[in-house]
């Protein structure tokens, strides 16, 4: 019987840490945790505020998800567009979901994710 979702991961290729930094923990506010000693071997880089989690782990030969994403509810999606701009992060807006602005955008290794918020004076769904 399924509770609740654990953790999303995402791959990234070798040596990509670094970039996972910048992206998850200084553009999307998430905190870096350490991964246990067996699995922090396999490289990789794991992130999580609240419920949030994110584990990005390395595959190789590495392929982006392109169409499968996830999509984090955020609480001032117009803040995070701002900070985007200021960096030169670019993303793509979408008004296909009713009840819910939302923009795509993709980390620094080509997976994409979703960034949602219900949107003012509209249910959402």
Known sequence: ?????????????????????????????????PK?????????????????????GIEEPFRPARKAHPAFLVSDLAALRARFDAVGQSYRTDGALPGYDRIYTDDPFGNRIELLEPARGRAAL
Not at 36 to 55: I, N, S, T
């Open 36 to 56: 246990p000693p067996d699995l922090a071997r396999r490289g990789g880089v794991w992130f999580e505020r609240g419920p949030v989690r994110v584990h990005l």
């Open 1 to 33: 019987m399924l509770n609740e979702l654990h953790h999303v991961q995402l791959a990234m290729p070798k040596g990509g840490e670094p970039e996972a930094r910048d992206f998850y923990a200084d553009l999307l506010g998430l905190d870096e945790v």
